[in-house]
Each structure stands twice: as structure tokens, then as C-alpha cells.
């Protein structure tokens, strides 16, 4: 069974500063990975999508790698801005038939202005 | 082009009652999801549809929930009789073929009292 963990569960940083966000998970055959972002009171809108045969996948500010053999993935947040503070949820798809996404618990973001 | 839509975006019922939720999915969307997003955590795959049949039901406590898209367009999740357990935010997202990026609505927030 795939289990997805992302600690730590919350992070304050200074406004300014780079943000790492971290994501394990447990069965390395995943199809693809994504991270998403969650304001509160809100769904869930979708940041980047890497595929299990990419590295990293990046967007303005944010860039995410995946190491598929230790079961790893990160994202970057370069120059965190006060608007950056949000829920960030990762979530592993297993195969390509289907689209069952299995989620980490999410890291809750403050940036302090 | 118009997101998911989600009614009510509140709702706070007695426990043992029963209460009802209701997803619009983005216009030709086929595949339809449900989520329970308990506090603190990522959310969890209840039910998934593709067009009116469903795919993945196998997290859905049949004791207590059910789900419906008689006609391949908008969708109920039901839960009767709710439990304190069941707390939680359900999502609804969709997404225009089984393996294409899922939109997430914003949400119905249940407190069991």
C-alpha cells in the first residue's frame, strides 16, 4: 500500500528566504507525482506535475525534483513572499490506467512579511 | 470556462442524522471524485466515476455512504446516519479523461455535533 508522508507538518520563514518542502513516499513504481497548493477554504490547484521519467519540473519560482529510487520528491520555493503562505500537499499516482491520487498529509506555510 | 461547483459550503448537522452533498463537475468532464479531507490531513479517494459508472469505490464506507451520477453530469454524496468520525471536508474534483489533471471545487466543510 502507497503511503505518503511530508514532514514537517508546518514551517514559518522570514519573507525573503528560499522555502523546502519535503515528500516521501513508500512504493518507488509511481506514474507521476504532483504537487498542489491549498489556501484555506479552498480546493486544491495544481503546481506541477513531474512524470515518473522526469527529474524536475519547474515554474517561475517553484521547481520540483523527483528521485523515484529513494522515494523522494522536494519543492523549491525561490524568494518566498508573504502570498507563498499556504497549505502545500503532494500526491503520488500509481499507474496509468486510472487516476487514483494517494496524499501526503500537507506542510502548512507561513511566510512572515 | 466555469470551475467545479460544490453546494453547500457549510453544513452543520446532530450526529445519526443525515445529510446530503452536491457536486457540479466542469461542462464534459466524464470522470467525477470524491474526497473526505479530514483536518490536518490530505485528502482521501471516497468514490470515483467515469461518466455514470463508477470506478473506485473501495475507500467508501458503504455502511453509511453512498454516491450517485445517474445522469454523467453532477453528482450527490450522501452520508446517512452520520458519525463524529465523519467531520471533515469533501472535496469534489473532475477531470475530462481518467488519466488528465483532476480540478478540485472548493468544498463542503460537515462538523458533526
Known amino acids: 500500500k502507497q503511503e505518503v508522508t511530508q514532514i514537517p507538518a508546518a514551517l514559518s520563514v522570514p519573507e525573503g528566504e528560499n522555502l523546502v518542502l519535503n515528500c516521501s513516499f513508500t512504493d518507488s513504481a509511481i506514474y507521476n507525482l504532483q504537487w498542489f497548493r491549498q489556501d484555506p477554504g479552498k480546493g486544491l490547484t495544481s503546481l506541477l506535475l513531474?512524470?515518473?521519467?522526469?527529474r524536475e519540473q519547474t515554474s517561475g519560482r517553484l521547481n520540483a525534483s523527483l528521485d523515484k529510487s529513494s522515494g523522494r520528491s522536494t519543492l523549491y520555493i525561490a524568494a518566498s513572499q508573504p502570498g507563498d503562505s499556504a497549505t502545500y500537499l503532494c500526491?503520488?499516482?500509481?499507474?496509468?490506467?486510472?487516476?487514483?491520487?494517494?496524499f501526503g498529509g500537507g506542510t502548512r506555510v507561513l511566510v512572515k512579511p | 470556462e466555469a470551475g467545479v461547483a460544490q453546494s453547500p459550503r457549510y453544513k452543520i448537522i446532530e450526529k445519526r442524522q443525515s445529510v446530503a452533498f452536491w457536486c457540479n463537475p466542469i461542462?464534459?468532464?466524464?470522470?467525477l471524485y470524491w474526497y473526505q479531507q479530514i483536518l490536518g490531513q490530505g485528502p482521501k479517494l471516497l468514490i470515483q466515476?467515469?461518466?455514470?459508472?463508477?470506478?473506485?469505490d473501495s475507500q467508501l464506507p458503504k455502511d453509511r455512504f453512498s454516491a450517485e451520477r445517474l445522469k454523467g453530469v453532477d453528482s450527490t454524496l450522501k452520508i446517512q446516519p452520520a458519525k463524529l468520525e465523519d467531520s471533515a471536508v469533501y472535496l469534489c474534483?473532475?477531470?475530462?479523461?481518467?488519466?488528465?489533471?483532476?480540478?478540485f471545487g472548493d468544498g463542503t466543510r460537515l462538523s458533526i455535533l
Open positions: 461542462s464534459g468532464h466524464a470522470t
Open positions: 513531474i512524470q515518473s521519467s522526469q
Open positions: 500526491a503520488v499516482r500509481l499507474g496509468a490506467a486510472g487516476n487514483k491520487l494517494t
Open positions: 474534483a473532475s477531470s475530462s479523461q481518467g488519466d488528465q489533471p483532476q480540478h
Open positions: 466515476f467515469q461518466n455514470n459508472g463508477v470506478v473506485d
